[in-house]
């Protein structure tokens, strides 16, 4: 099975979301910070809710997908992800409001950006 860490910015968005409820500010990137660190542990440290049950990493799988490839390997995926999130962040921002999680899974597959 390939491992597509593009469909993690549906689980990154609703991180953001759970940490406006929590503390009354949200952040992509420290969203992004503590979806990231789930998966160096292996388990939902900082969990994910309120989004359709696939959208909701399986931070043991993705663990052990970053030991299987490398950690090299896998922060080069990560980066070009975190990348076209904010390349993408207006349009993000509006397939989320909107609820449209396969279009924001779509949208992130489908940016070419500066990939080489």
């Not at 349009?91 to 990939?115: C, F, H, I, K, P």
Request: charged share 30%.
């Amino acid at each position: 099975m390939k491992t597509n860490l593009n469909e993690l910015v549906v689980a990154i968005y609703a991180r953001a979301d759970m940490d406006r409820e929590e503390t009354g500010t949200s952040d992509i990137g420290v969203a992004a910070s503590k979806i990231r660190n789930n998966i160096r542990q292996g388990l939902a440290v900082d969990p994910v809710e309120g989004v359709p049950a696939k959208y909701i990493p399986d931070f043991a799988y993705l663990h052990a997908y970053e030991v299987k490839v490398g950690t090299d390997a896998f922060v080069h995926e990560w980066d070009s992800m975190r990348d076209a999130m904010r390349d993408n962040e207006i349009r993000l921002s509006q397939l989320w409001q909107a609820g449209d999680y396969t279009g924001m899974v779509r949208l992130m597959n489908s940016y070419e950006g500066d990939r080489q």
